[in-house]
Every structure is written in C-alpha cells, then in structure tokens.
C-alpha cells in the first residue's frame, strides 16, 4: 500500500512538470507530398491486451453521469512542415454521452501535455464537471511521440506491451497533420473498416470541435494558429475553436490573424508585463489573466494523487461517484478547510481554483463558436518595476478576480516553485480578525461571487460549488457553527452594482 502511494505522489509531482521541453524527434522520413492533403485516418479498436483497459481512462464510473468512453487507434499518413510523409498509429480516449439528448453537439480535443514523458490530460480534468453537465464529448489526443513509448513506465508501450504494439509515432514534426486528422476523423467517416468516434451518437450530431492545450500544449497549439493553419488553408476548417491556456512564456504574437476564435488563457507564471491591449489585437482573440492562479495546481496534483495514481499505479477498479466527489472534493480546497498538500510544491500547493476559469473559458469559446457572441476580455494583470504588484497580502492585483482572491482566506504564491506554487492559510485568529465572524465572511463570499458571475467569469453551477466550500470554512472560525443561507447565483452575465471592498 505504500508503495502505491508513493508512486500515485511521484505521479502527482511529475504530472505539474509542464514546463520543460518534449523529447527530440526521430529523424524524418525522405519521400515528400503535397501539403495539407487533408485524408481522414483509419480508427480501430486496440486489443485487450495485458491489462484489459486503457492507460489514462477515466478513473471513475462514468455511466451514473450518463457517459461512455472508448479508445481507438487511429492510422494515417500525416506530413510535417516541408510536405515529407510519415505513417502514423497513435490512439485517442473519446468520452462521450451515452444518449443523443444528452450531447450539446460539441467535441474538444485535448492536445495532452507529455513535458514529464507521459500523458496528461490537463484542460479535461480542470474543466471535467462543467463538460459532464453540459454535455461536451470529449477526447483524450496523444498527439505528441513522448507521451506512447519508452520511460518512464508510464507510457502506453510500457504500461501494456501488448495492448499497444502497434503504436507509432513519426516524431513532433508530424503532430500538426496527424491532430488535424483526428478532428477530420469526427467529421467524416474514415475508410472502410473504419470505426465510428461517436459509436450509437453518430458523427452526423457533431457540429464543433474545438482543441484545448495547456503549458507545452498550448505553446504547440499557438504554433498551430499562427503556422499551420495559415500554410495550411485545407486544415482551418477541421477545427472550430480553440483554447490556448498556460503556453510560457504568455506571448500574444500568435492571435494576430487568427484564422479561428481563440481563446487565450493565463496564470500568474505566465504573466508578461507586454503592455499588450487584447481589444487591439484581432477579433478572433480574447485574453484572459486570472489572478492568483498557478501554473500547475491543487486541482491537478490532488486528482493525480488520489484519483489516476490508484488506478494506473495499482490498477484498482474505477471510482464510484461517491467515491469521484470525494477526490473532487479534497482538489477544489481553496485553503478554506488546512491540509498538508497546500504546502506542497508542484504536486498541490497551489489552491486558487482555475479550473472554475478553465470551465467558463470552454463555455464561453463553445458558445462563441456556435454564434452566441464573443466573451469579453479580462482586465489585465497588473505590474509594478516589471513584476506582478500585490496587494497586502501578498497576492496578485489585477487580472480576472475570482472571489477568493478579492476575499482571501489565504496567501497564494503561486510561482513559488515556478510553475507550482503553495497555499498558506491564514491563521483562525486572522481570519478572525480579518471577517469578524463566518457569516461575515460567508456575506462577503456571496457579493464577490454574484459579481463574478454576473461579469461573466464564473458559471452558476461553479458558484454554488464555491459558496459550498465558503459555508464549510466556519472550522477556521473559532469551531463556529455554519450559518449560510442558500446561495442562488444571478444570471450568467448579468451586471451587479459595485462591490464593496473586501476583508
């Protein structure tokens, strides 16, 4: 048992590391061919395999929540950048609604970060409750060569020898064509033989896909807005949207003429004091700075711990969802209830919840898409001699405010490790002193978080889940007993008068 633990840690640790460089291509093949030919790959069904299920499915039953998922193999001939082809087999993890009236029509393709040399699906584990509710299918992508073979023992050739064989990949220079590919895969049927991504639903009910990718995978999908596409004319329409989120450093240069709608997406590692005004840029790009929030975080590391670690490290069975809502409970701790994660660096510590952020984001791209009208711009972070200013507390000033920062119980320093960080909580006394009481502070929480909401940066459903955890805090209070009367969120981007000033 503590043997699993340890490793569901280092799994937790190594999948923050988010930052560095992925492992050098293989070398090219020679023959070339013509840009952008645009094939729709073959998708079949891996076999069973030593294992009997995928690496990275979900680690939770997802039929009470009225999901399915199944993995495919996907094959293809891609090309890079100078036209030379390249046979490809890589494999993606579709998780999708079981009924028809349950899918909202849309499918994200998460590009999934291999900085640590395997997979980690970042953009679809912060932003998991919101796509479940509304009825997002979406689908893991092993886009990138790192994340399918080698060490460490966590790669799929690794993991199960067998299952995934026949796995191969060209090398990076070929990921562009081959995700291009994979979207065109649930667009239009592949060859014959070829395998349906929507299974019972149908690839005639799809009518977005959008592409999401955080740290090294946003930094390639910017690459993929402003140089594949535009040499690319025949791909722009494979892809409807997508969602730049963490690229380092938070260079903007990308969205000038972007050929789809983006959405662009930062935390307090990625700030740069540019001077950039986004309104300038180009209506295809909206930028988004949320104060407070760290590269890699405590909603991250905590699900990696405790929800994948047990099922990959020691191949337990899925969660039930009590079991689920438990681990989603423990994640989304913003330093209201103590615990020892917030102290550590890189595998938690960070608490300020962005995958509240990452969930509006995804909305609100998929609803811009779909011709609803852009999203606002976020105000943007501000700097003082170069560097982010804080307030007295030690936390960021600026940028998209999310309630905890405007009503901290907590300081946030969420570059402390560079891109982790560690939460210290304020002590009871503190906060104590700070509110005057827990219903004090629970009143200051509900005007912060209507204001949030009516402004367009947080969902309804997220601010009754952060007024949840705001009621629990009265332990910090003196054992006060909770008071809180229930919460009901405004309507989504409807204006509120000024809030008063927190503490």
């Known amino acids: 048992m503590r043997a699993t633990i340890r490793a569901a840690v280092l799994l937790g ?3 923050c590391l988010s930052w560095l460089p992925a492992a050098a291509a293989p070398a090219e093949p020679a023959a070339p061919t013509q840009l952008g030919s645009g094939p ?9 395999g ?12 997802l039929a009470p929540f009225g999901y399915e998922e199944q993995e495919l193999f996907v094959s293809g001939t891609a090309v890079d950048a100078a036209g030379t082809p390249a046979p490809y087999t890589t494999r993606i993890i579709v998780t999708r609604p079981s009924s028809p009236a349950d899918f909202n029509g849309t499918v994200l393709l998460d590009w999934v970060n291999v900085t640590a040399q395997f997979e980690n699906a970042v953009d679809t584990m912060l932003a998991r409750e919101m796509l479940l509710r509304e009825g997002f299918a979406y689908v893991h992508v092993s886009a990138q060569a790192a994340g399918l073979c080698c060490l460490p023992a966590l790669t799929p050739q690794t993991w199960d020898p067998v299952r995934y064989a026949s796995l191969d990949h060209p090398g990076d220079a070929w990921a562009f064509d081959l995700f291009t590919q994979v979207a065109r895969a649930f667009e239009a049927p592949g060859p014959a033989g070829s395998v349906d991504p929507m299974g019972s639903l149908g690839l005639g009910r799809v009518e977005r896909i959008l592409a999401a990718g955080q740290s090294q995978s946003a930094n390639r999908l910017s690459d993929y807005v402003s140089e594949w596409l535009p040499a690319h004319p025949a791909a722009v329409g494979a892809i409807d949207g997508v969602l730049v989120h963490g690229n380092v450093p938070g260079d903007k240069a990308f969205a000038v003429g972007a050929p789809v709608p983006v959405l662009h997406l930062l935390s307090d590692f990625e ?16 930028l988004w700075e949320v104060a407070g929030a760290a590269h890699a975080d405590h909603w991250i590391g905590y699900q990696s711990i405790f929800g994948h670690g047990p099922r990959v490290a020691a191949g337990l069975p899925k969660q039930t969802p009590d079991q689920f809502r438990a681990v989603l409970d423990g994640a989304g ?22 995958h509240y952020a990452t969930s509006t984001a995804l909305h609100e791209l998929d609803g811009w898409v779909a011709g609803e009208g ?10 003082a001699g170069g560097v982010l200013a804080t307030d007295q507390y030690g936390n960021t000033l600026g940028g998209i405010r999310l309630p905890p ?10 570059t402390t490790c560079q891109l982790g960080g560690v939460t210290i909580p304020f002590t009871d006394l503190e906060l104590l002193a700070l509110y005057g009481s827990h219903a004090s502070y629970v009143a200051s929480m509900a005007t912060y978080t209507d204001r949030a909401v009516a402004d367009g940066w947080l969902l309804p459903e997220d601010a009754v889940d952060l007024m949840r955890r705001a009621c629990r805090a ?3 209070f003196l054992l006060a007993a909770p008071s809180c009367p229930a919460y009901v969120p405004p309507t989504f981007d409807q204006p509120l008068a000024a809030a008063p000033p927190s503490g």
């Open 13 to 15: 640790a190594l999948a």
């Open 40 to 48: 729709v790959p073959l998708l079949t069904a891996p076999p069973p």
């Open 50 to 61: 030593l294992r009997g299920h995928a690496l990275w499915d979900s680690y939770f039953d």
């Open 271 to 286: 700030a740069v004091a540019d001077g950039v005004d986004p309104a300038t840029v180009d209506p295809n790009y909206r």
């Open 333 to 354: 701790n913003y330093g209201e209830v103590l615990s020892p994660l917030l102290a550590v660096c890189v595998a938690a510590g960070a608490a300020m919840p962005m």
């Open 374 to 383: 852009a999203p606002d711009n976020g105000p943007r972070f501000a700097f």
């Open 405 to 414: 920062i405007d009503v901290p119980v907590a300081r946030y320093q969420s």
């Open 474 to 476: 009265s332990i910090r």
